[in-house]
């Protein structure tokens, strides 16, 4: 591996050069989902055009999310972990735009269940208490804000956006379109989930809900049309179109396989129903022996003789053909005149 510093970014890289962690074949719909995050992220942070206070909300948000201000070997700095090349040198170029901070970004790479995985580390030493203050980290009485700060929350409509933008470049995941299609943030407190709920709600998702996962709490999403909804919202529209026709591509297969599920359960039962009904044509036969009425001994017997036929296709067999109705009727007083003389047995 050879170490390389570019746009003040220090890079692990590979012999190819390349950026990316590699995948092995086993993780391969992890690097679709991925891929789909990457692009998302990138369209998120290309945003230029915003005011400054929903610049700054943006920002705020991503540190919070991402990690805030925390103790260093006794000495306070301002760390957010992304997992985004785009999304952290962002947040690198607004520290020094708009507060006036200097930051580095490291590369790093971590060990999950799924492997390897990049993250870059944007870290603030000098003055990282100030700039806590001035990122609303901190309030006026120096205590850390659990959630997010009120200026946000009440804030104008961009700076709802903007907050909701930056917690999901920081800690946002989504997945493919289909049944379980997800978009949710992974929120470091309690109090964060909740504020990130109540932005959703001030742009019109009620269904961004949290949800806690082993020692985490989460905002989720998995409608659909809210998920489009909020792309848009926050920026990225060609991703939501992305995400539409890929939804449009999704929804024909879960309608098939709905269908076919549908169809599985249909036959389940209506074999079950043709064993119980020649289990009580037999018996039937068994009670009335040569007793039986022609037209009622042929229709038990066609039962017999083709147990996996609908009534339909049994009344199309016999001679002459009947409705399904006639053939169902006719089993019908089979079964009942069978039970008719094995309680008249019984009685005797």
């Not at 170029?93 to 993250?119: K, N």
């Not at 504020?195 to 009620?206: N, Q, Y």
């Not at 905002?219 to 848009?232: G, H, K, S, W």
């Not at 001994?297 to 199309?316: C, I, K, M, N, Y």
Request: proline share 4%; hydrophobic share 40%; glycine share 6%.
């Amino acid at each position: 591996m050879e170490l390389s510093t570019t746009f003040g970014i220090t890079e692990c890289r590979g012999m190819n050069g390349n950026t990316r962690s590699s995948d092995s074949g086993k993780h391969g719909n992890r690097r679709v989902l991925l891929a789909l995050l990457d692009d998302v992220k990138s369209e998120l942070a290309a945003i230029d055009n915003d005011l400054p206070v929903a610049v700054m909300a943006q920002a705020a948000a991503m540190m919070r999310f991402g990690g805030g201000l925390r103790p260093v070997n006794n000495q306070a700095v301002v760390r957010a972990q992304l997992d985004s090349i785009d999304a952290s040198r962002w947040l690198q170029r607004t520290i020094s735009t708009h507060f006036h901070r200097q930051a580095i970004v490291t590369q790093v790479m971590r060990s999950t269940p799924m492997g390897q995985v990049r993250r870059y580390d944007v870290l603030v030493e000098r003055g990282a208490t100030a700039l806590a203050l001035q990122a609303g980290l901190l309030d006026r009485r120096m205590h850390l804000v659990k959630g997010l700060p009120s200026e946000i929350i009440t804030g104008n409509i961009a700076q709802v956006k903007a907050a909701w933008r930056g917690a999901f470049l920081a800690r946002g995941f989504i997945s493919e379109p289909g049944e379980a299609g997800f978009l949710e943030v992974v929120c470091p407190s309690r109090e964060a989930a909740l504020a990130l709920e109540d932005a959703a709600r001030r742009l019109g998702i009620t269904s961004a809900k949290i949800r806690q996962v082993r020692s985490s709490e989460r905002v989720t999403m998995r409608d659909p049309d809210a998920i489009e909804r909020m792309l848009n919202l926050m920026g990225a529209p060609r991703s939501a179109r992305e995400w539409t026709g890929k939804r449009s591509d999704a929804e024909p297969r879960t309608k098939t396989n709905r269908l076919a599920n549908f169809d599985d359960a249909n036959m389940r039962r209506s074999a079950k129903a043709a064993a119980e009904a020649i289990s009580k044509v037999n018996h039937a036969f068994e009670v009335l022996g040569d007793d039986v009425p022609d037209n009622l001994r042929a229709a038990g017997q066609l039962r017999l003789d083709h147990p996996e036929a609908s009534l339909e296709e049994l009344g199309r067999k016999a001679t002459p053909p009947i409705t399904k109705d006639a053939i169902a009727g006719r089993i019908r007083r089979l079964l009942q005149l069978a039970d008719k003389v094995s309680k008249s047995q019984s009685r005797d």
